[in-house]
T-cell receptor
Framework: DADVTQTPRNRITKTGKRIMLECSQTKGHDRMYWYRQDPGLGLRLIYYSFDVKDINKGEISDGYSVSRQAQAKFSLSLESAIPNQTALYFC???????????FGPGTRLTVL | QKEVEQDPGPLSVPEGAIVSLNCTYSNSAFQYFMWYRQYSRKGPELLMYTYSSGNKEDGRFTAQVDKSSKYISLFIRDSQPSDSATYLCAMSVKETSGSRLTFGEGTQLTVNP
C-alpha cells in the first residue's frame, strides 16, 4: 500500500464551488505539506503543518485553507474555486532527520 | 529573482549519453540539497540527498554541490529510457521547528532508445 494517498485523483469542478482534497499517510511523520505544480513554475508551497496544532501559510496560500484532523490526515480546501487554481496538487510528508519529503500521487484539479 | 533557478529543458538525448542537469541558487543559507525524479502522472520521489560541497555517487547518478558558486548538478551516466522523467532540484534551510524545501522549476528529460 502507498505511504501517502490522496483523494480524489482527478476532479473537474465549476467556478465558485467549494472543493476539498484529502491526504492520508501511514509513514508516522508529524510534518505534512500541500503543494501545487504548474508547468514552468515547479512546486510551490501552499500550506504546511509540523504537528496537529501547528498550521503555517506557504508562499501561495491565498484562496486556500487547510485542516489537520489527525497526525495522519491533512486536507486542503478551495472555498470558492477559480479557473487559475487549475493545477496538479501534491501532498507530502517529511522525515525530520533528513529534511526529505515523500509525495503522494497527486490530484489533478480542473476548474471550469 | 527566484531563490532557485533550474535549466528548464526539455532535454532529449540518445540512450547511453551522459546527462547533466543544473540548478543555481541565491540564498547562501541553504544547507541541504536534493534531487527528485518525477515520472509522468506520479508524485516526485527522492533520488539524491547531500549537505556538503563535493560529489556524491549512487550507481549511475552523481550529485555535485559547489556552495562557493551556489551551483548544484546531477549527472546521469549511461542514460536509459527508464530515466525519462522530470528532474527537480530542491534545497532547504534548517529552521528551529523544521525545514521547508524550495524547488526548481524542473527539467524534463527524454532518453531515446
Amino acid at each position: 500500500d502507498a505511504d501517502v494517498t490522496q483523494t480524489p485523483r482527478n476532479r473537474i469542478t465549476k467556478t465558485g464551488k467549494r472543493i476539498m482534497l484529502e491526504c492520508s499517510q501511514t509513514k508516522g511523520h508529524d510534518r505534512m505539506y500541500w503543494y501545487r505544480q504548474d508547468p514552468g513554475l515547479g512546486l510551490r508551497l501552499i500550506y504546511y503543518s509540523f504537528d496537529v496544532k501547528d498550521i503555517n501559510k506557504g508562499e501561495i496560500s491565498d484562496g486556500y485553507s487547510v485542516s489537520r484532523q489527525a497526525q495522519a490526515k491533512f486536507s486542503l480546501s478551495l472555498e470558492s474555486a477559480i479557473p487559475n487554481q487549475t493545477a496538479l496538487y501534491f501532498c507530502a510528508t517529511s522525515d525530520p532527520n533528513r529534511d526529505t519529503q515523500y509525495f503522494g500521487p497527486g490530484t489533478r484539479l480542473t476548474v471550469l | 529573482q527566484k531563490e532557485v533557478e533550474q535549466d528548464p529543458g526539455p532535454l532529449s538525448v540518445p540512450e547511453g549519453a551522459i546527462v547533466s542537469l543544473n540548478c543555481t541558487y541565491s540564498n547562501s543559507a541553504f544547507q541541504y540539497f536534493m534531487w527528485y525524479r518525477q515520472y509522468s502522472r506520479k508524485g516526485p520521489e527522492l533520488l539524491m540527498y547531500t549537505y556538503s560541497s563535493g560529489n556524491k555517487e549512487d550507481g549511475r547518478f552523481t550529485a555535485q554541490v559547489d556552495k562557493s558558486s551556489k551551483y548544484i548538478s546531477l549527472f546521469i551516466r549511461d542514460s536509459q529510457p527508464s530515466d525519462s522523467a522530470t528532474y527537480l532540484c530542491a534545497m532547504s534551510v534548517k529552521e528551529t521547528s523544521g525545514s521547508r524545501l524550495t524547488f526548481g522549476e524542473g527539467t524534463q528529460l527524454t532518453v531515446n532508445p
